[in-house]
């Protein structure tokens, strides 16, 4: 359980801590049925501190390692300043684990990549295409028809703006093409990044500063939600 308050001697060093505020007991003998609804100055007069909870570190590249110790700082001859923090150890991830981290999250990012759409000309207009996975079998289905020559009076496909011009069975056939093509790129950025993951110097430091992003298509002008 996480300690809530330090009991010290006189002298202001640790004796214990305690995790709960009932029947807390204090060096001068001084007993609270409730440390919680004692004042700071009295439970302070008793030699008690409120421990600051602090932040606990953040962990993406670290572990926190066993239970967190109690601190106590200030001047012993001004009780007012005396106060109890709560510090961690820590200790880093194994290359390993930053690795598996890493390939984790370029993977992350090329699914991203890859439903954010793409930009397309319409007639002087530059739409943006959503690629999510709804809008990528709906464009599969309407691709298919326009190879098979299918599609006479043009063809609506799902833009970010919700905005609906018509495509001809070609602009269908060029756009089916560029999606393809930005999706394969996100693919092969995802292998170049592996590899360059794989190659990294035996520091953690070196994983740390990776660019994940490195290497994938640019995101549309305007990306979808």
């Known amino acids: 359980m996480t300690a809530l308050f330090a009991i010290c001697d006189d002298q202001w060093a ?91 999250k370029v993977k992350e990012y090329k699914f991203r990549r890859m439903e954010r759409g793409i930009t397309f000309d319409v007639g002087g207009t530059a739409y943006v295409v959503q690629t999510d996975e709804r809008s990528l079998a709906l464009l599969d289905r309407i691709a298919k028809r326009a190879n098979a020559n299918q599609l006479e009076n043009g063809q609506v496909v799902r833009m970010a703006d919700n905005s609906s011009p018509l495509l001809t069975q070609q602009q269908i056939i060029d756009l089916d093409l ?29 994983h740390i500063d990776f660019d994940c992003t490195a290497g994938f298509p640019a995101f549309p002008a305007v990306e979808t939600e």
Not at 183 to 194: G, I, K, Y
């Open 14 to 104: 640790l004796v214990r801590s305690a995790s709960s505020p009932m029947g807390l007991k204090a060096s001068t003998g001084k007993t609270y049925s409730n440390a919680a609804l004692a004042s700071v100055e009295d439970l302070r007069a008793n030699y008690v501190l409120v421990i600051d909870q602090g932040t606990k570190p953040d962990q993406e590249w670290q572990t926190v390692t066993g239970n967190p110790t109690v601190v106590i700082n200030g001047d012993p001859d001004q009780p007012e300043t005396m106060t109890a923090t709560l510090q961690y150890s820590t200790q880093p991830i194994s290359l390993d684990a930053a690795k598996a981290k890493l390939e984790s």
């Open 178 to 206: 560029a999606v393809s093509a930005m999706l394969c790129d996100c693919t092969d950025a995802q292998t170049e990044r592996e590899y360059a993951i794989d190659a990294l110097p035996n520091n953690l430091q070196a």
